[in-house]
């Protein structure tokens, strides 16, 4: 059994990019487990509470979970041509006191709209930050998706055939990455 996590930067309940870890628990083939983590409930990164309370408990789930997994699958929008700050933020907690990341296998995806760079400048900051935290990032395929109003409905179900193929296609040489360690 291959253990996958998948967390989305995006906390509205129509996110594309939550929706594209559905997309993939979906493909997933039968030998792997494909579990949804969130960022919601994580506070601001604040040193002086961190010192008087330790982790909250909302990063203390996101570390267990992480910490357990054989591959992590971070689905990350662009804001203001990088990652969110929730994303950001969650990744400051996770850093301290030993990160969750260490020789973790990591894939980033992304979907974002228009013809535009289809989250790749905030995916490039999600890389340089993940090095800090000792993650190994696969360096390719990459999922750069856009025109994302177009490729899923209201709901931020993915429904393009042609990108759900593309995905598929990642999913496994995801797998290959996570699986087959030199
Ligand atoms: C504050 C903010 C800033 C944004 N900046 C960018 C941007 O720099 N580049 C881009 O392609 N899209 C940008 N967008 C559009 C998002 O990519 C789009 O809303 C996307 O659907 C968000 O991902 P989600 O569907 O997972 O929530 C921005 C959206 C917000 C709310």
Same mark, same amino acid.
């Given at each position: 059994?291959?253990?996958?996590?998948?967390?989305?930067?995006?906390?509205?309940? +129509?996110?594309?990019?939550? $929706?594209?870890? &559905? /997309?993939? @628990? =979906?493909?997933?083939?039968?030998?792997?487990?494909? *579990?949804? /983590?969130?960022?919601? $409930?994580?506070?601001?990164?604040?040193?002086d509470d961190e010192a008087a309370n330790g982790k909250p408990s909302a990063v203390a789930a996101l570390d267990a979970k992480l910490r357990a997994a054989d591959g992590i699958i971070i689905a990350c929008p662009e804001y203001n041509f990088s990652m969110p700050g929730v994303l950001k933020n969650a990744n400051d907690w996770l850093s301290r006191g030993g990160s969750p990341f260490r020789w973790k296998r990591v894939g980033i995806i992304g979907a974002g709209g228009g013809q535009? +760079? $289809?989250? /790749? &400048? @905030?995916?490039?900051?999600?890389? !340089?930050?993940?090095? /800090?935290? !000792? +993650?190994?990032?696969?360096?390719?395929?990459?999922?750069?998706?856009?025109?994302? =109003? =177009?490729?899923? *409905? @209201?709901?931020?179900?993915?429904? *393009?055939? =042609?990108?759900r193929r593309y995905l598929a296609r990642w999913l496994e040489a995801f797998l290959e990455w996570v699986e087959k360690k030199p």
């Open positions: 059994m291959t253990r996958l996590v998948g967390y989305s930067g995006s906390l509205r309940k +129509a996110s594309t990019n939550t $929706g594209l870890l &559905r /997309a993939i @628990a =979906e493909l997933a083939p039968a030998h792997v487990s494909m *579990d949804a /983590a969130s960022l919601a $409930g994580i506070p601001l990164f604040n040193e535009f +760079a $289809g989250t /790749a &400048r @905030a995916q490039y900051h999600l890389r !340089q930050n993940l090095q /800090a935290l !000792q +993650a190994i990032v696969m360096p390719r395929p990459e999922v750069f998706i856009t025109n994302n =109003e =177009e490729k899923f *409905d @209201a709901a931020g179900n993915l429904t *393009d055939a =042609e990108t």
